[in-house]
T-cell receptor, first 111, second 114 residues
Framework: QQKVQQSPESLSVPEGGMASLNCTSS?????YFWWYRQHSGEGPKALM?????GDKKEGRFTAHLNKASLHVSLHIRDSQPSDSALYFC???????????FGSGTQLTVMP | AQTIHQWPVAEIKAVGSPLSLGCTIK??????LYWYWQATGGTLQQLFY??????VESVVQLNLSASRPKDDQFILSTEKLLLSHSGFYLC?????????????FGHGTKLSVL
């Protein structure tokens, strides 16, 4: 069983709309979570990290972490066509040299 | 700013042939380096990591090997390719652990094994 699971597998939102992506971990040792974005044919780029319970906002992106339920989410407001990409949640534990990536959510923003 | 240059950009190889992929990181001294593999549209699987020259740790066994001959260079290789080796290979680096710094990726090498 994959330690980091994402939903939905794919998501379509209209331009200007809100996109909500979810991630659940099955390993209670994971304390540090990242969101990455990968455009087709490129390497992934980190969007933001979240290590504490609650919300963290960076521009149009807001991440939410609930450590008790091991649930992380990413919300993108005012979505743009350039936001269309594969989004990954990634998790790790303290002192680990492994960053575990989820299965990914393919986001399409329709003009 | 740190950059990661990967080579080659793409390879088409025959089953059973050898392979060597490489990356060079600039803008970061004594980086931690990683190799990831990605099936088309799939998740990223960490293959190897190295925190210092000459030392490489394997995360999964995929009939691949890695070496770090220089502080800024990481090599991925195999003597005999399998069909299952096809995919996208990504080199990545950080200056610290994942709890302190984001992982920075290169542009990747697309490998097709026929």
């Amino acid at each position: 069983q994959q330690k980091v699971q994402q939903s939905p597998e794919s998501l379509s939102v209209p331009e200007g709309g809100m996109a909500s992506l979810n991630c659940t971990s099955s390993d209670r040792n994971f304390q540090y979570f990242w969101w990455y974005r990968q455009h087709s044919g490129e390497g992934p780029k980190a969007l933001m990290s979240i290590f504490s319970d609650g919300d963290k906002k960076e521009g149009r992106f807001t991440a939410h972490l609930n450590k008790a339920s091991l649930h992380v989410s990413l919300h993108i407001r005012d979505s743009q066509p350039s936001d269309s990409a594969l989004y990954f949640c990634a998790a790790t534990s303290s002192g680990s040299w492994q960053l575990i990536f989820g299965s990914g959510t393919q986001l399409t923003v329709m003009p | 700013a740190q950059t990661i240059h990967q080579w080659p950009v793409a390879e088409i190889k025959a089953v059973g042939s050898p392979l060597s992929l490489g990356c060079t990181i600039k803008g970061k001294s004594s980086p931690n380096l990683y190799w990831y593999w990605q099936a088309t549209g799939g998740t990223l699987q960490q293959l190897f990591y190295s925190i210092t020259v000459g030392q490489v740790e394997s995360v999964v066994q995929l009939n691949l090997s890695a070496s770090r001959p220089k502080d800024d260079q990481f090599i991925l290789s195999t003597e005999k390719l399998l069909l299952s080796h096809s995919g996208f290979y990504l080199c990545a680096g950080t200056g610290q652990t994942f709890s302190n710094e984001r992982l920075f990726f290169g542009h990747g090498t697309k490998l097709s094994v026929l």
